[in-house]
């Protein structure tokens, strides 16, 4: 199983950012996909997360209003808009995987696998 994320940059804040998290070598329908976030001098924090047994998605509720995760199964690609950026979203962003069978929490200790991370600054 392989996740690559892209998309990342430098942003100014208000702007928003659309990051993309390709999966190859696993079906979909079989993991649990989640995004997540680290900002320097915190731990690795769950942004939002797939659940493949009932299509739901499970949003951190402090990220809810600004954050939208979406999947295309046919592209196998996992997408994480981000609006009204801020600087404190400043902060490397991953997608994980975890196989769906073992119900997952939606919390970075649980995801098995790992992208390398795309790095996201906001900044005037």
């Known amino acids: 199983l392989q996740l690559v994320e892209s998309g990342g940059g430098l942003m100014q804040p208000g702007e928003s950012l659309r990051l993309s998290c390709v999966v190859s070598?696993?079906?979909?329908?079989?993991?649990?996909i989640g995004w997540f976030r680290q900002v320097p001098g915190k731990d690795r924090q769950a942004i939002s997360c797939?659940?493949?047994?009932?299509?739901?998605?499970y949003y951190e509720p402090l990220l809810l209003d600004r954050f939208t995760m979406s999947v295309d199964r046919a592209k196998k690609t996992v997408q994480l808009r981000t609006d009204r950026l801020k600087p404190e979203d400043t902060g490397v962003y991953y997608c994980?995987?975890?196989?769906?069978?073992?119900?997952?929490?939606?919390?970075?200790?649980?995801?098995?696998?790992w992208g390398r991370g795309t790095q996201v600054t906001v900044s005037s």
């Open positions: 070598g696993v079906t979909l329908d079989d993991y649990a």
């Open positions: 797939f659940n493949s047994n009932d299509h739901s998605t």
């Open positions: 994980a995987a975890v196989p769906s069978d073992r119900g997952a929490m939606c919390v970075a200790y649980e995801y098995k696998y």
